[in-house]
Each structure stands twice: as structure tokens, then as C-alpha cells.
């Protein structure tokens, strides 16, 4: 007559086996008359425990009625003690009257090790797992951590990663835990499909998501590696999408992932439920404040009726009404938009209306996950805080801002209850990500030559959300430094303050005969009037010099000069005393036979290098008005900025310069944009100062493309000069550009092909005509605001990883020449560039 209860959990170790199996055995032979005959907890005994004390053992088995332990009981323990993770196994005989538990204890980890990981490092995954040294190995823990390694690799995109725990035993029932890593290839992602999408293209909904395709320049992305994650983030972009546009009833059923054996890859499939598309019917304010007038609150509203149903217009509404209620004095006011859909016509009524809302206020504010960032960077992004009214549009406010802060990798802002009911707690969980950058960086453009650029920056600079940068360039002919800093909440309020630090050198080259230096410091502000309009006003001082070859500044030593007693220097009076071959030195003279014989410099080019350096100390300010869906790859919505500067508080010039620059993005149908680029400008001189021609404008392809750089506009046409440009005073331009993707490349790959039309005309020279310290005399053509300089082309664009690129073949259709006043000179014309190149990289 006995009892014998065992129960066992094994784990397959020399393979990897995932998931415990549980066996419970329980053998008795017990006659009927036994079952009074039960042992007590005070009559077990307990063997083979070496770390855990007797009494520990006994303490998971409980007495029934009586404090007697039956067959129940006793199972009931053995399952407890399982479940400590102490044991590999238990068994329970009954000898002699008395219970004997015996035990044999989990070996204790002495060390854990990962073998043939190279793509997560020990102590990322160290961090993750569960089994620790000197802790007790657990057979389910240890299989947690498998699994957790996998998970791991599955985020980055190897899905094809194999982990096998290994235990190597040593004395003392000591083991070493080691998890062997077979990490695989990356699984990319092979096709992205959209099911369900017929008012926009695929290509259209694969510019919105952040997922791509794997391509040829898959080594220089990540993006095209599956992630779950994202795609789930994916949902989101695609449905905020469609209610942009108007797609009230959009469902994003679903979002898979399918692995395909065949393209060892993934292919990620979007079912949309699109819905009709819905235009704004009537637009109203209901105010159920009594002290705030509805039409008061009609100029907050961003919608119109007749508009494409826009919902984020809508929340920007809800947001400056909200605000526009706290200012009031009505803190708990909250707004509610009410539409009714007219299915039939397809048309929103939409209704905001205004309450005084329940009593709540913020009891804390909980910042969680920031290990770099500093607490206070991401509380200022509120514009409430502790022990303000709680308003879920100033919350929503908030985590839009932190999101577009680009410091955080995700941000997730939520409530939770007070310790009172009109208590809340707000949590604000984060994850970072690398703000710092280290690039070199190459490029060439047909103005500069080859470039090349070293930099080092940080956009949150030592976790405090500002923001430096340190670049080194150096080129064919461009070259220089810049230091630039920026701190965002300056003094404590939302208004930005930067400084810049620069030297810039430009070398002569086939378009402008003289160097320039330039070194300088730019002071600047910048605050949001607006969530569209911005304000910076700035200061800049810097120095300016030229710089010429002596053989392009002869001039000054002719015999000619009115300081040698000569009637002033001319083509006509040069060629003279033309008696000597071009390069040959007169020593009776002290000049060369003609100083135009081999060139010259135009004379307003010279007067600037013989008036030396030149200090300009200017003040100014942008407002600028930013509509764009998108400010890097723009499809809709419209930027303008006005630039005003005034020269003259201190240094050597005085004028006042204005701009204006507009472009207006429009998609003319799927995945065709068009752009219209609008720009002018005028400068004049203030005080009795003339202008220099350094601070004329200087166009070409900026303008209209088609001409070199400082190719259009007014020119000197003294024979024997360079025929430097002088610039105008005035300029305008415009351009019509559309935009497109090569239908048969990948869209992930970033290529469009753009056409063009531009036209534009500059003009009013207002520098110096003539100088006498060499009688000269400038002889300016080219300047008329009729002529009017315009040109057509193509453009190829790849927004390539390695950075942008741009091919243009610009045709002019009008262009002008001037002939100069010596009999039988040559014209001198407009000068034009059909191709041009530019581009830069970064490696």
C-alpha cells in the first residue's frame, strides 16, 4: 500500500523546442479504507535540497479540513512548487507514515553568452532577456527569452533568425546559458499592393506610408525591411490621407503581411474601403457659452462651404476655437464638431459647437522613456500644464508637435485617472532616436565645379533640443566655413534665437572675372504668429573684398589715367599706343602697349577692388505664409515669404532690398504636380549712396533657366573688357513647371521628369558709369525691363538616398545682344547654358 505522485515539465534543450510540456503523472495505490489515513505538513520530509530550506518545501502544501493533506493537496503542491522556477523536478513517496518530498534544484546561472550575433549587440540583448547570472535557470524563462531575441531581430527585419539555448554544465550545479544565433538575411519587402484604391494610384498611397519596396538602392534604406510596427503606423498615415481628401467614410480594413517563399520577401497588402468623397456643405458655429457670440468665433474657421471635405482643417479649427475660448476666460471650453452627411448629394454639413465642458484638471504630467532628452524640452511643447484646466485639443496640440520635433521615434500621449474624479493623469511615452549627424558630403553643379563638404551636427544638441552644425567646404570654386546654433525656446518663450559664423571664398570662372571673400555673422529670431505664418527678423554684418588677376587690372598704369596727365582710358586712346605686342612691358610708359590688349576687368569691377574692403551692416526680416501638405516633397498647398533688409546701421552702404518668392503646388491629376513659381525683387540705394554692383541682383538660371549663372540682364560693353556682368535693380520671374514619376520604375526609387516654361526679365543698373581715377567711362547695354528673357525645357529629379539631383535641358526662345559704340565691335549677348547639373551626396 503506497502513494506515488510525480509531475514533470521537460524542455528540449539540444534543439530548440518552443513551448513547455507539462506531464502530470500520479500513481496510488490506495485502499479505500487508506484515504483517512492522510499525512500532515509537519510529516513531510523533504531530500535533495541543497539552496532552498525544508521548511520553504513544505510551505507550498496546505491542509484541507483538519490540516490533513489528501491526494488534492498534495497535487495542488507539486504545482506550486513547479511554479516557483526552482525545481527541474519533484516527486512525492509515502514511506513509513510519512510524506518524503524530494527535489532537484534548477542549476544556478553562472554566466549568460550569445554566439554568432553581429547585428545586436550583448548588452542590447542582455537587457532584454530574463535569465541573469547568478539567478536560478528556468526552463519557461529561458524559452520567454528565445523568443524575446526573436522578436528582436524582427524588428530590424530577419525574419529568417534561428535561436538555440545551450546550457554548458560546471560544478556545483552551476551552468553556463548560452544562446546560439543563426541572425539571417534581412526580409525585405517585394511588392506593396492596395487593395480596394481607386481614387488615388498606388504609387500616390506609396508616397503617404513609410514602408517602400526593396530595390537596387536597398543597401542605402531601411525602410524597406518589414517591420509590423510601422505598418501599423502605416494604417493611420493612410486614413488621416483620405479624410484630408475628403474620404469621410474610409476604413483601413486591414494591413498584412504575407511572406512569399518564392521573392523571399514580403508582400504587404492595404485593403481600403474608400467610400464616396464628400464636399462641405454649410459651415456653423454653435455656442452653447452664453458669453461668447457665435459669428465672433466664425473667423477661426479654416473650412469653406463648396471645399473638398478636409479633416484637418477641421481639427484646426477645433484647436483655435479652443484656444481662442481659453482666452476668454472659459479654460474648460471645449469644441465638437458635429457633421451630417447628405449621402445623396454627397455634401457635409459640418457644425462646431461650443461648450463649457466638464471640470478637470491636469493632477501630473508624466514624461516616460526620454533617456537624452531632457524633461523640460518636452514639457514646454505643452501649452498647459500641472494644475491647468485639462483640454484634450491643447493635448492632441502637443503630440503633433513633439512628433514633428524628429527627435522621437514614436510619442503616444495618454490619460489615465487623478486621485480625485476631476483629477487626470496625462503620460507622454516616448522613444528616441539619433538626432546626430557626421557627412561628407560631394556634389557638382556646372556653376561651382566639384564640391565637397564635411559636417558635423546635432539637432538635440546634449538633449536640450537645440540645435549645431559645423561644415567645412571646399571646392573648384567655392569654398568655406560655417558655424551655425540655434536654440528654439530662447529666453524661456516659444521664439526661436540662432547665430551663424561664416567665411565664403568664390574663384573667378567662365562667368564672373573677379574673386570674392566674404566673412560675416548672421543674428536671427523666429516666431510662429500662426500655425501658417511665421515672423524672423535678423541682423547680419560681414565684410566683402575682391579680388583680381594683375593682368585684368592694367588700366591704372596706362598714360592715359588723368594722374599722368593723359585725357582718361578708352578703347580708342589704348589702341594709340598700341605699339608693343599684347604682354610686353613699356618701360617708358610703365604699362603694356594697350592695357585692353589682353583683357581687363570691367571698370566697376575694378572701382569695387580699388575702393577695398567693404563692411555691410544691415537689418531685416521674412514672414513667410507655408500651406505644403509636405515640406520636403511637396503635391499641394502654397509657401510665400517677403524678405525686407535695410543696410546702414553702421558700416560703409546704405540700401534697401525686397523680395518676394511664391510657389503654389497643385496636383493637376494622380501623380502629375504642378508648380507655379513666382518671384521678384528691387533694391535701391538710401542716404546719397549709390549702389555697388556687388549688391545688385545677379540672375540666370535662378531666374530662367536656360542661361548661365549672372548671364542675363544689364552687362558692360566696353571693348576689350571681360563684359562683366553689373546686375540690376529689379527682377521678376515666373515658372510653370509639372511634375511626374516615370510610370515604369519603382516609385520608391525617388525619379520624376519635370517640363517647363520660364520667363523673366531684370533690370536698372544704379552703379557707378564712370571713375576718374582712369577717365573710364562704362558703357552699360542690356538694360530695358522689356526684354524679357524666356525659355522651355525638361528636368530629370531623383531624390536619391545618396542625396538630390537634378538634370535640366532648358531651351532659350528669347535672348538679347547689345553692340557697343566703338565702330565695328563685336555684340555682346546673353550668355546661355542648354544643360545644367546639380547634386550632392552624402556617404
Partial sequence: ???CVRLVRGLALSGFVLGGILVGTVCATIASSDVAVAQTVNSIVVEGNRRVEAETVRSYFRGGAGGQLGPLEVDEGLKSLYATGLFADVRVNRAGGRLVVVVVENPVINRVAFEGNKKAKDEQLKAEVQSKPRGTLSKPTVQADVQRIIEIYQRSGRFDVRVEPKMIDLPNNRVDLVFEITEGEKTGVKDIKFVGANAFSSGRLRDIIKTSESNWLSFLQTTDIYDPDRVEADRDLLRRFYLKHGYADVRIVSAVGEYDAGKKGFTVIFTIDEGAQYRVGTVDVVSNVRAIDSASLRSSLKLSAGSVYNADLVEKTVEVMTIEASKRGYAFATVRPRGDRNAENKTI?????????????????NIRGNIRTRDYVIRREFDISEGDAYNRALIDRAERRLKNLNF???????????????????NVDIEEMPTGEFSISGGYSTSDGFISEVSVADRNLMGRGQYAKASVTYGQRTRGVDLSFVEPYLLGYRVAGGVDLFYRQNLASNYVSYDTKTVGTNLRLGLGLTEELTFAPRYSIYRQEITLPDVYNNCIFSPNVPGRGGAGVNPTSENNIATLAPGQFNTQTGTQASCYADGEASMAVRKEL?????????????????TLDNNRLPTSGMFIEFKQDIAGAGGDVKFLRNSIDTRNYYEVMSDVVSVLHLQAGQITGWGGKDLRMLDHFQMGPNLVRGFAPSGIGPRDLTVGTTNDSLGG?????????AQTPLYFLPKEIGIKVAAYVDAGSIWGYKGPTSWNVTGETLQVGLDSPTMVRSSVGVGFIWDSPLGPLRFDLAYPLTKYCATPSTPGAAQVCDQTQIFRFSGGTKF
Fill in 1 to 3: 500500500m503506497g502513494l
Fill in 349 to 365: 454639413n459640418v457644425a462646431f459647437v461650443l461648450e463649457e465642458g466638464a471640470r478637470a484638471y491636469i493632477e501630473r504630467i
Fill in 408 to 426: 522621437f521615434k514614436t510619442v503616444k500621449i495618454s490619460n489615465e485617472p487623478g486621485s480625485a474624479p476631476d483629477r487626470v493623469v496625462i
Fill in 610 to 626: 580699388a575702393a577695398g574692403p567693404v563692411v555691410t551692416s544691415l537689418v531685416g526680416y521674412s514672414l513667410a505664409y507655408n
Fill in 729 to 737: 535693380s529689379m527682377y521678376w520671374g515666373a515658372s510653370l513647371e
